[in-house]
């Protein structure tokens, strides 16, 4: 059995009078520290994956087995500790917390981890540890971002979720933050998945799985991925 | 037309951000509906009220006089104006009392057409015996319609025809406005405890006065103003004059009436007075006549009785003598027989002596007896010498004389000396001369005498025996008779003595026997005699003693009508002064009836009335202050509101202007929004606050008042005012908010805002504080810290709610003070007793029983003016006796203060008015209207009522002559207050009215429970402001911090962490805020008990721990209500809300 498995997974959505097929019998599965790669356009439903993937969403039908575990079963405090013990969130939108310093966002994630990482070495690992005071609002987009995958990691998550990560920075930024991401996954071996609309940034990833009209289109396995600092975009 | 579509902008936000939109709404609602409920509570109180007086006519003006009022005053009162409506009126209190409750009750007559009674149960009274009561005394007595209530009535009162009066029907009355269960007094009287108990109405036909109590008058042009208002005040002004006017004319002529009836009257009384007298001094004079007679004829019977019982006694005194005499004559016969017997006894045997020596010559007893008998006789003859021995009749006699013999021969013969012999017996010697002699020549010249002696000498025996011739018969018979007796002739002698003796004693005893036969019957006869004197005697006694008796009965009879005559005598006499004393008195009182005092009142002189106005006062005052803070609250929470939405509408802000729209209009937007969201707001509110705040407002304060009319006011100027103001606060502040934004340049509205920078607070230079916190309270406090205006002004919400509450509290608390501190720190006293002046403490003394008391102590209390203020002038007749009563404190030390010859010291809430320190002169008007000066030298705590205090020597140094009005009494057992009063007032007639001090607590505490619905009133309002103020602030935190609460989420936040995150703060800033609230909300509760300060009573700001106490846990309470709701809110916020840019 695969580490991570989509079965059949139906997500509809209420709109008022008519339905929302978000996703359509999607099925794939990923291997534990993979580097997984969803792609899709704007509403193809690479998003409801990641929502169902990270516990934020349910589906209709389908299961969802992350090691082991159908996260579809999950009471809502379980699924609240499946996202506290196994997920790592990275936001398009970095989603620090203002008020606290890098440091203290980074805590505001381990706070309630069993076995977290330090969290300076977590800003190490991002190579922001001379930051750690700075306030969010004093970081650069990239930085915070770094700061948020810093967040996620100290966590010692089994999964990293990354949610369109470089969408709101510029293509240096961009590339960094990649290649942090692609460094936590290669080293760490936390299976990651990064969710874009980029279809350039596919050579990156062991599997890359294209998502259309809430059906996966096609899942592209690369025997060998391109290092993130060769690929152009 | 062209379509305007900044108006389509704002109305399509109104439908994206309802919940905003409604929240200005409510806000909006809530300062409107308040400020135009309580505005317009005040004025529709007063204006039902005013229709309540007019509907029902009750009177613009009072006259009432110390001498009653008549016909004449009503005539002249009616020429003074056409418009006048003028009814004459009477008034009568009596104590009602039905052996557990006790009362004064007001009789009023029931006017016609003014002053009309309201039937709420049976029907009017028809018959004269008939009244209708209020309902507080059905509810207190438990009578009810049909039942008969019995009033106590002094004997001699006549002023009403009945005291036993049939309960009809149950009555509302416009004059009493205030509830029976709430005042405890509808008036003073002179009745019992001083206080009238309730009102009742009966006709007129109950009323037997010839004079009226009260004349009403209705001024019908003044019905077009509102009562109380100062058009109504200056018209009733102009009447009030008017009455005044007349006022002087009038009580003189009243007085002249009083006193010319009065004096008819006595005369009257008097002339009828002294013909009864004289037909009672007639018939007693006449009684008196008869007695007399009747005494006369006594007393003679009496004499003749006393004269009967003289003679009876002399009587009886003879009789008892007589008696004494029979009875000793009795006893004396019955000695002189018994010494008979003795004496007869003694006889007896010596004759049986005699005979036994006798018996030896064998004579007899008799014989000697005889012969002694015959010698003692003259006819004794020698011859019955043998006649003792021999009755033979043996004459010795012849036998002598035919002897020869001469004697002188045979003497010398026989030897005998005849010389001698007749010498011895006397016998004629010339005898012997012859010379024959015989014998009998010698017996025939002696003497018989001389014989008797010779015939016992032997000699002459001898003789005698020799002489005689032996020739003689019996001559030896002779000669021996003659020899025995020789032999025995001494012996015969003494024989003659002894028989003499017993002979003589026997005839002695039948002598004496016959002399007490006889005695003893004269004895018989006496005693006879005796017993029918004595029965005679009896008779006459009875006789005596029944006539006695007679007159006894006759006396006693005369006694008892004498005696009857005499009480009547008494009695009359004693009627006689009383009446004339009656009469003196009566004359005495006309010449002390005092000139006639109008009272001209109007209605403001009615307490009930006046009551009413001071809780139409006390709303009015404040309305002016409760709604500042709701206005306050929303411009707070509308800027933060409008902050907010502007946040959200920046990007849209910068595009309109980068297409060109002008500031005007992109502000228009806004404006139009917030105006609609006002408006809304206002008019609803204006129709709530219109609709129902003054029906809460006037519910709570118709606890106390008894007015069944509610007529909205129609003066609409504070809806006006109050939408006028809400706009000016919601729009106001609309317009303060975009103004910031509007003057940004475009390109940086194009830009998303930078979020509020996150930086370090001083906090954390503390470091040992700092690193101390959990890294949550650490996040908590930099958040706290993050939203600045946010936490300002949700600090600023929530200390309003809290001062709101709290100013219920501090209002409750600070009335409810009052009488306690006024009771119990000030005044000690338990009755306050005001005297009419005209008695001396000594004389007071007198009235009291010391061992109820635990005090007794007087002062003359004067009314003065000061600056138009009637204020009480209170003058110990005794200071050191006065403390007991009322303790005079300074204000500022706190210490007593001593009154002396120089101390003036008034009360704190009169130098507040008068607006005096120490040492500011005031000028008192006393009575006469002359005005005196006087430098303060003290200012004193109290609370209820404005005081002056002098001592009695600057007194009457200074103002006038002291004289005690007022006595303060405290009792040891109040128990016994009713009691001890009762039999005060029966003794003491200078008491003009008393005033308990328990009644006065008891009515305060209940009128203060009243008040303590202002605090539910105040809770409600604050309960409603709370939640729009946590509320606004929850959706308007959570809406800010939306993404970063799903991050938290996303991030594996459990519920209650989240809830902790958010919710921590929030009870920060709530505990921060009520502790402002609590510190500013006292100061903004003193404000509002001054607003609503009555006239003469002083709060005492002082809000109890307690209250704090609640009002912290009231206001936390609602936050946490609202953070349930938040708890749900958070818990529904969408993880995906995390994903979202940021707009």
């Known amino acids: 059995m695969a580490y991570i498995e989509f079965n059949d997974v139906e997500k509809i959505y209420k709109m008022g009078e008519f339905d929302l097929k978000a996703l359509n019998k999607a099925s794939f599965s990923v291997e534990k520290g993979e580097l997984v790669i969803i792609l899709g356009q704007s509403g193809s439903g690479k ?115 990354c949610d369109e990560p470089t969408g709101a920075l510029d293509y240096k930024t961009g590339k960094q933050v990649l290649e942090l991401l692609e460094d936590t996954c290669r080293k760490d071996g936390i299976t990651t998945f990064i969710i874009t609309h980029n279809i350039s940034l596919a050579p990156m990833a062991d599997k890359v799985i294209k998502i259309k009209n809430g059906k996966v289109e096609d899942i592209v396995i690369n025997k060998k991925p391109v290092k993130v600092k060769n690929i152009e975009w | 037309m062209r379509k305007n579509r900044i108006i389509t902008m704002s109305l399509r936000e109104i439908k994206k951000s309802q919940k905003r939109f409604f929240s200005l709404c409510i806000l909006s609602i809530l300062g409107v509906s308040f400020f135009v409920g309580m505005k317009m509570s005040g004025p529709t109180m007063l204006k039902s009220l005013d229709k309540y007086y007019d509907d029902n006519k009750i009177y613009d003006l009072k006259v009432s006089s110390s001498l009653g009022l ?178 002087e004319n009038r009580q003189n002529e009243r007085y002249i009436k009083i006193i010319e009836d009065s004096t008819n009257k006595v005369n009257e009384q008097e002339a009828q007075a002294k013909e009864e007298f004289e037909r009672v001094q007639n018939e007693l004079n006449d009684a008196k006549a008869k007695l007399d007679e009747g005494k006369k004829d006594l007393d003679n019977a009496s004499s003749k009785l006393d004269e009967g019982k003289k003679e009876l006694d002399k009587n009886k005194r003879k009789l008892d003598s007589a008696n004494r005499d029979i009875q000793n004559g009795y006893k004396q016969i019955e000695k002189s027989k018994k010494d008979l017997a003795n004496g007869l006894n003694d006889l007896n045997n010596g004759k049986s002596e005699i005979e036994k020596t006798l018996s030896n010559y064998n004579i007899s007893y008799d014989k000697i007896s005889t012969f002694v008998k015959k010698y003692d006789s003259s006819s004794f003859s020698v011859n019955d010498i043998i006649k003792i021995f021999n009755d033979n009749n043996i004459d010795i006699s012849s036998s002598i004389s035919s002897a020869s013999v001469n004697i002188k021969a045979l003497a010398v013969s026989l030897g005998i000396n005849l010389d001698s012999l007749f010498s011895k017996y006397g016998i004629n010697k010339d005898l012997l001369n012859k010379d024959n002699l015989k014998l009998d020549e010698v017996i025939d010249s002696a003497t018989i005498n001389q014989l008797k002696r010779m015939i016992f000498d032997d000699n002459f025996i001898r003789l005698v025996k020799e002489s005689i011739p032996s020739t003689v018969p019996y001559y030896n018979d002779i000669q021996h008779y003659l020899d025995e007796f020789i032999k025995n002739n001494d012996n015969i002698l003494k024989l003659f003595d002894a028989v003499r003796k017993i002979d003589n004693g026997y005839s002695e005893y039948y002598k004496n026997l016959n002399l007490v036969i006889s005695k003893e019957g004269e004895l018989n006869n006496a ?115 409008m902050a907010r939405m502007a946040i959200e509408n920046r990007s849209e802000i910068g595009t309109l202007k980068a297409l060109g729209f002008s500031n005007f209009e992109v502000r228009l937007k806004f404006v139009i929004y917030a105006s609609l969201a006002t408006l809304l707001g206002g008019i609803i509110g204006a129709f709530l606050g219109y609709k129902f705040i003054p029906k809460i407002v006037i519910g709570v304060f118709n606890i106390m008042h008894n007015v069944p009319y509610f007529i909205y006011d129609t003066n609409h100027m504070p809806i006006i005012i109050g939408i006028f103001l809400s706009m000016l606060c919601i729009v106001g502040s609309t317009v303060i908010t975009i103004n910031n934004l509007v003057k940004e340049k475009t390109t940086e509205l194009l830009r998303p ?34 939203f600045k205006r946010r936490i300002f002004m949700s600090i600023f919400g929530i200390a309003s709610c809290t001062m709101i509450l709290l100013s219920g509290y501090g209002i409750k608390d600070s009335i409810s003070f009052v009488v306690d501190k006024q009771y119990n720190d000030i005044n000690h006293n338990d009755v306050l007793i005001s005297l009419d002046g005209k008695v001396s403490k000594e004389e007071l003394d007198e009235y009291i029983k010391d061992e109820d008391l635990n005090f007794n102590v007087y002062a003359k209390i004067d009314q003065v003016d000061i600056q138009n203020k009637r204020v009480s002038l209170v003058v110990p007749d005794d200071y050191e006796e006065f403390r007991k009563t009322l303790t005079i404190k300074d204000v500022k030390t706190k210490k007593e203060v001593v009154l002396t010859d120089n101390t003036v010291v008034i ?24 005005p005196y000066d006087f430098k303060i030298t003290n200012i004193s705590e109290n609370y209820i009522g404005d005081y002056i205090f002098f001592n009695k020597h600057m007194y009457t140094k200074y103002v006038d002559e002291y004289k005690i009005t007022t006595q303060y009494i405290r009792f040891n057992d109040l128990s016994k207050e009713n009691e001890i009063m009762t039999s005060i007032k029966d003794k003491n007639s200078h008491i003009l ?121 009231f206001i936390i309470l609602f936050g946490f209500i609202v953070s349930i709701g938040v708890h749900f809110k958070l818990k529904k916020i969408d993880l995906i809300e995390s994903l979202k840019s940021v707009e």
């Open chain 2, 753 to 786: 805002i930078a979020p509020p920078i996150g930086k370090k607070i001083w906090l954390e230079n503390v470091s040992f504080i700092w690193n101390r916190l959990s890294y949550s309270n650490k996040l908590t406090i930099r958040n706290i810290f993050r």
């Open chain 2, 527 to 641: 005693k006879i005699k005796y017993e029918s004197g004595l029965s005679e005697y009896n008779k006459g006694l009875e006789l005596y003693n029944s006539s006695l008796e007679t007159y006894n009965s006759g006396l006693e009879e005369y006694n008892s009508n004498l005696e009857l005559y005499n009480n009547n005598l008494k009695e009359f006499e004693e009627k006689k002064i009383e009446t004339e004393e009656k009469i003196e008195l009566a004359r005495e009182k006309i010449k002390k009836i005092e000139k006639a005092t109008w009272f001209i009142q109007t209605r403001e002189n009615n307490n009930e009335y006046i009551t009413y106005i001071s809780s139409y006062d006390s709303i009015n005052n404040l309305s002016n202050l409760f709604p500042v803070i709701f206005f306050l609250v929303s411009i707070m929470i509308s800027l933060l509101s």
């Open chain 2, 993 to 1113: 009215s008393s005033v308990s001090i328990a009644a006065v607590k008891e009515q305060c505490v209940t009128l203060f429970e009243s008040l303590g619905v202002i605090v539910y009133v105040l809770v409600l309002f604050s309960g409603i402001l709370s939640f729009v103020v946590f509320y606004s602030l929850a959706y308007i935190n959570i809406s800010e911090r939306q993404r970063e609460i799903a991050t938290l989420k996303v991030l594996g936040f459990y519920n209650n962490e989240v809830d902790n995150y958010v919710l921590k703060e929030e009870f920060i800033i709530t505990v921060l805020g009520i502790l402002i609230g609590l510190f500013v909300g006292t100061y903004y509760a003193y404000a509002m008990i001054d607003s609503i300060e009555i006239n003469t009573m002083q709060y005492i700001k002082d809000i109890q721990f307690s209250s704090y106490l609640q009002t912290f846990g």
């Open chain 2, 907 to 930: 009360t704190s809430k009169l130098a507040k008015y008068l607006k005096k320190k120490v040492g500011d002169t005031v000028t008192i008007y006393e009575s006469d209207n002359l």
């Open chain 1, 47 to 161: 998003s409801t994956c990641l929502n169902i993937l990270g516990g934020m969403d349910g589906v209709t039908s389908g299961s969802v087995i992350v090691d082991g575990v159908d996260i579809t079963k999950l009471k809502e405090k379980e699924l609240i500790n499946y996202r506290r013990n196994d997920i790592g969130f990275v936001f398009q939108f970095y989603n620090l917390v203002q008020n606290l310093t890098a440091y203290e966002n980074i805590e505001l994630g381990t706070q309630m981890c069993k076995k977290p990482m330090n969290p300076k070495l977590a800003l190490r690992h991002v190579g922001l540890e001379d930051r750690m005071d700075n306030f969010p609002s004093q970081l650069s987009g990239g930085q915070q971002q770094r700061v948020s995958i810093a967040r996620a990691i100290a966590r010692k998550p089994k999964i990293l979720l």
């Open chain 2, 70 to 247: 008549d016909d004449e005053d009503i005539n002249e009162i009616s020429k003074l104006s056409n418009s006048f409506e003028v009814v004459g009126s009477h008034t009568k209190d009596a104590l009602f009392f039905d052996g557990s409750f006790e009362t004064v009750l007001r009789i009023h007559e029931i006017n016609n057409n003014l002053n009309n009674i309201i039937i709420t149960e049976g029907r009017l009274p028809e018959k004269y015996n008939e009244v209708v009561v209020e309902d507080g005394f059905a509810y207190k007595t438990k009578y009810k319609v049909g039942d008969k209530i019995k009033l106590d009535l002094e004997e001699d009162d006549t002023s009403i025809k009945t005291n036993e009066l049939e309960i009809v029907g149950i009555v509302l009355s416009p004059e009493y406005v205030n509830k029976a269960e709430v005042t405890q007094s509808r008036g003073n009287t002179t009745l019992g405890t001083g206080q009238v108990g309730y009102f009742c109405y009966a006709l007129s036909d109950l009323f037997d006065m010839d004079y009226y109590s009260e004349i009403f008058i209705l001024e019908n042009d003044a019905t077009k103003f509102r009562t109380h208002t100062k058009e109504y005040q200056d018209f009733i002004k102009k009447d009030e004059d008017k009455l005044a006017y007349i006022k």
